[in-house]
């Protein structure tokens, strides 16, 4: 006997979000309370904030977004219009348009629990869509450390699409942090102690997956773990391929030098660190992977270009369900008399298909 299952609700999680109608449709309420981060060395300051992002077609050149969000109890606690237009530049709120499609992204205030559904009407002079979102929240927890095990107070800042920043939480004195967050696929977090530039760098997590409740301690060092991917030998070898740019605040040779790539002149800036297989550790899942080769790489614009690495490793049977990779390197130099440390991890997350190679998100 043959049973098919076939799932018909996409849910949160499903991003880019659908383009089809009413389905493409989206809204996510990031409910976090109001705080600060300041980094002292580059003078930032960053504003924590619950925040409101809207998706969805754009029927007209001018239009209305109208949204109302409702407790699980019932109760209205928020209701908002907004008019859109494609050429508008300044507002209270941020809109965008991507291909005839938008994004409103409003600072709101912060809720005592989490909202349960969000109805949003698209209105112009001759079409109406209406959906009902129900909201999906997970929480992601866990600790900051720094590379000798002891507890940061941190921050982790929360980046939907591109850099743009959602949400975001400080730590406790133990560094012990958590946060609830809409269902979906998230560009990136941002950890960072608050001393960027001056002791430390940040750690990152790339393309996170939040699903379901998750623990993941982050560690702190002088390094990043930038631009994190991940890719299966899809027709090779049962291996990842997996691609990052270091990048470290302490080098022993910052001066830009010029390298001829392919037809063309490239100035390199030189702020990775020089790292073998044995200055790195990567797991799966939380479970240690061998690590078959590396290679040097550069990522190039314009007219510059930074080392990067794609490191092969064994992929660990069986894959079924998310992926998370932990992608960590501690390497000691020498500057003049001193010995300096080069540290960091970041993740990354994906689904592979039944035979772990490629992906589903």
């Known amino acids: 006997m043959l049973f098919c299952i076939i799932d018909t609700d996409f849910g949160q999680s499903v991003y880019p979000y659908r383009s089809d109608?009413?389905?493409?449709?989206?809204?996510?309420?990031?409910?976090?309370?109001?705080?600060?981060?300041?980094e002292t060395a580059v003078h930032d300051t960053t504003f924590m904030h619950s925040t409101l992002q809207v998706y969805g077609p754009v029927p007209a050149d001018s239009f209305q977004v109208m949204t109302?969000?409702?407790m699980p109890d019932g109760t209205r606690s928020y209701s908002e219009s907004f008019h859109v237009r494609k050429d508008m530049k300044s507002t209270n709120f941020m809109t965008e348009v991507?291909?005839?499609?938008?994004?409103?992204?409003?600072?709101?205030?912060?809720?005592?629990e989490n909202p349960a559904r969000i109805r949003v009407v698209i209105s112009s002079a001759d079409r109406k869509m209406e959906e009902w979102i129900d909201c999906k929240y997970h929480k992601l927890y866990g600790?900051?450390?720094?590379?000798?095990g002891h507890s940061l107070k941190?921050?982790?800042?929360?980046?939907?699409?591109?850099?743009?920043?959602?949400?975001?939480?400080?730590?406790?004195?133990?560094?012990?942090?958590?946060?609830?967050?809409p269902e979906r696929t998230y560009n990136c977090f941002y950890i960072n102690d608050g001393n960027y530039k001056s002791t430390t760098l940040e750690a990152w997590a790339w393309h996170m997956i939040?699903?379901?409740?998750?623990?993941?301690?982050?560690?702190?060092g002088t390094g990043e773990v930038y631009n994190l991917s991940a890719w299966p030998s899809n027709g090779g070898p049962n291996s990842l391929l997996i691609s990052f740019r270091p990048m470290v605040l302490f080098h022993n040779n910052l001066v830009d030098t010029m390298l001829k790539i392919g037809d063309k002149e490239y100035r390199i800036?030189?702020?990775?660190?020089?790292?073998?297989?044995?200055?790195?550790?990567?797991?799966?899942?939380?479970t240690q992977t061998e690590l078959y080769t590396i290679q040097k790489y550069f990522e190039s614009g314009r007219d510059m270009a930074m080392p990067a690495y794609i490191v092969q490793v064994r992929r660990l049977m069986p894959c079924f369900g998310k992926q998370t990779l932990m992608v960590?390197?501690?390497?000691?130099?020498?500057?003049?008399?001193?010995?300096?440390?080069?540290?960091?991890?970041?993740?990354?997350?994906y689904y592979p298909n039944f035979y772990g190679l490629s992906f589903f998100n």
């Open 21 to 38: 109608g009413v389905k493409a449709i989206m809204a996510f309420w990031y409910n976090c309370r109001p705080d600060t981060a300041v």
């Open 98 to 112: 991507v291909k005839d499609h938008f994004r409103i992204t409003v600072p709101v205030y912060h809720l005592d």
């Open 68 to 70: 109302e969000v409702y």
């Open 143 to 148: 600790h900051f450390l720094d590379f000798m």
């Open 210 to 220: 939040v699903d379901e409740d998750q623990n993941l301690d982050f560690k702190i």
């Open 269 to 286: 800036i030189n702020i990775a660190p020089e790292l073998d297989l044995k200055d790195i550790r990567i797991t799966i899942n939380g």
């Open 154 to 181: 941190s921050y982790i800042l929360i980046r939907s699409d591109g850099f743009n920043t959602v949400s975001g939480v400080w730590s406790d004195s133990s560094g012990y942090y958590e946060i609830y967050l």
């Open 328 to 349: 960590e390197y501690e390497k000691t130099i020498e500057i003049g008399d001193k010995k300096v440390l080069q540290n960091s991890m970041g993740y990354f997350q």
